[in-house]
């Protein structure tokens, strides 16, 4: 539905040179506070990670970012589980492997 326009992003956020411990407030206090102002949609740009060379001259090898790594990890904390509806990785058009949607449920409050 994103690719055809019919959810709109709500909020993008920028996790790029965040620590890991920033990096995991920020999701959560950004969680909570769209759950309660009823944005939905919010695309998490947490990066791919670094391209080092390996051992071998020809052979480069893709270490993936600690935030990456950790992310879907964070949607199962206690404070946020109840309130997402589902995680899935962006589209290349919006990120790719280094980006995140969440869907939130809605706020029945």
């Known amino acids: 539905k994103i690719k055809k326009n019919i ?27 769209c759950f309660f102002s009823d944005k939905r949609c919010i695309l998490f740009i947490t990066g791919k ?8 001259p020809n052979e480069t090898k893709l270490y993936y970012g600690k935030i990456r790594e950790n992310f879907l990890e964070w949607t199962t904390d206690n404070k946020v589980y109840s309130k997402i509806l589902s995680t899935e990785k962006a589209s290349p058009r919006y990120g790719g492997e280094g980006a995140f949607f969440v869907y939130l449920r809605k706020n029945k409050i």
């Open 49 to 56: 990670g670094l391209n080092k060379k390996s051992d071998s």
């Open 7 to 33: 959810i709109r992003i709500n909020k993008k956020i920028d996790l790029h040179g965040l620590s890991l411990t920033e990096a995991k407030e920020i999701f959560i206090n950004t969680i909570e506070s």
